[in-house]
């Protein structure tokens, strides 16, 4: 499957986007999704994840902010991120797990940048 995250953009402090990532088949059977980032300079983290009975993990960094949805009918992903800060300034990528793997899988990221 190939996931292809789209989205991203400029946008002011305290703004608000929502990133998708669509899968080129079913993503029903991976038993978890994901978004994770990478800023320039820094390791990629993973900052939000969904598992297959639809519970939601956050990195703290994002908790109360970030969204992550999933909608297996249309193999698709989102993250609605509210209230951003430039610190959240990242290529953001959507990732899979299969069983009690790793994530892996990135695919093609998208450019979020925040202004301050």
């Known amino acids: 499957v190939q996931l292809q995250a789209s989205g991203g953009g400029l946008v002011q402090a305290g703004g608000s986007l929502r990133l998708s990532c669509a899968a080129s088949?079913?993503?029903?059977?991976?038993?978890?999704m994901g978004w994770a980032r990478q800023a320039a300079g820094k390791q990629r983290e993973l900052v939000a994840s969904?598992?297959?009975?639809?519970?939601?993990n956050y990195a703290d960094s994002v908790k109360g902010r970030f969204t992550i949805l999933r909608d297996n009918a249309k193999n698709m992903v989102y993250l609605q991120m509210n209230s951003l800060k430039p610190e959240d300034t990242a290529v953001y990528y959507c990732?899979?797990?299969?069983?009690?793997?790793?994530?892996?899988?990135w695919g093609q990221g998208t450019l979020v940048t925040v202004s301050s």
């Open positions: 990732t899979t797990r299969t069983g009690l793997g790793p994530f892996g899988s």
């Open positions: 969904i598992i297959a009975g639809g519970r939601t």
């Open positions: 088949g079913s993503i029903s059977h991976f038993s978890a």
